[in-house]
T-cell receptor, first 113, second 112 residues
Framework: GAVVSQHPSWVICKSGTSVKIECRSLDFQATTMFWYRQFPKQSLMLMATSNEGSKATYEQGVEKDKFLINHASLTLSTLTVTSAHPEDSSFYIC?????????FGQGTRLTVV | KQEVTQIPAALSVPEGENLVLNCSFTDSAIYNLQWFRQDPGKGLTSLLLIQSSQREQTSGRLNASLDKSSGRSTLYIAASQPGDSATYLCAVCEAGSYQLTFGKGTKLSVIP
């Protein structure tokens, strides 16, 4: 199956700072990647769809200016949480599609203090 | 809007027991359904993918079934082992969008 590498696996940052999370598709080129967020004991919720060379598509209720997505190459998508606050603390995870099968990165545990 | 429900939310069984996890979804217009495993603080590992035209898929001790018309899927785990302890997530891929909608998962504990 497709391999997705996500970095970092965990990060602690101060309130008001920005954090960048990287998601790499290691063994094939992904024109589309997906970013999810998971709060404790909740489902994974789709935040946005990252499209190579064009703007990301955000789900309702997700602030595009707060969660900046860049998909500059066919193997790399980044999510930047800008001016992070404690309520942004969550588990962020990316995925790509190989055919119609989804493969996920290892996830990033973000804690904002 | 697609909704995915998993029952039970948590399950504890003794080692060696066979078990069934349930998943239901409200909109049958799907491309496929995937079962994932998630260990605490980790990413998702794909276990089985069932295309909308298929009825079941098997991998080792795992068997997943799909009844699209009734909006149900089951994951059967045979001869459970302590290493099977994890949260199992069901997700449906919606036709037309390729977006996944997840259930909240079933947390499985296999007691040695």
């Amino acid at each position: 199956g497709a391999v997705v590498s996500q970095h970092p696996s965990w990060v602690i940052c101060k309130s008001g700072t920005s954090v960048k999370i990287e998601c790499r598709s290691l063994d094939f080129q992904a024109t589309t990647m997906f970013w999810y967020r998971q709060f404790p004991k909740q489902s994974l919720m789709l935040m946005a769809t990252s499209n190579e060379g064009s703007k990301a598509t955000y789900e309702q209720g997700v602030e595009k200016d707060k969660f900046l997505i860049n998909h500059a190459s066919l193997t790399l998508s980044t999510l930047t949480v800008t001016s992070a606050h404690p309520e942004d603390s969550s588990f962020y995870i990316c995925s790509n599609l190989f055919g119609t099968e989804a493969f996920f990165g290892q996830g990033t545990r973000l804690t904002v203090v | 809007k697609q909704e995915v429900t998993q029952i039970p939310a948590a399950l504890s069984v003794p080692e060696g027991e066979n078990l069934v996890l349930n998943c239901s979804f409200t909109d049958s217009a799907i491309y496929n359904l995937q079962w994932f495993r998630q260990d605490p603080g980790k990413g998702l590992t794909s276990l089985l993918l069932i295309q909308s035209s298929q009825r079941e898929q098997t991998s080792g001790r795992l068997n997943a079934s799909l009844d699209k018309s009734s909006g149900r899927s089951t994951l059967y785990i045979a001869a459970s082992q302590p290493g099977d302890s994890a949260t199992y997530l069901c997700a449906v891929c919606e036709a037309g969008s390729y977006q996944l909608t997840f259930g909240k998962g079933t947390k499985l504990s296999v007691i040695p």
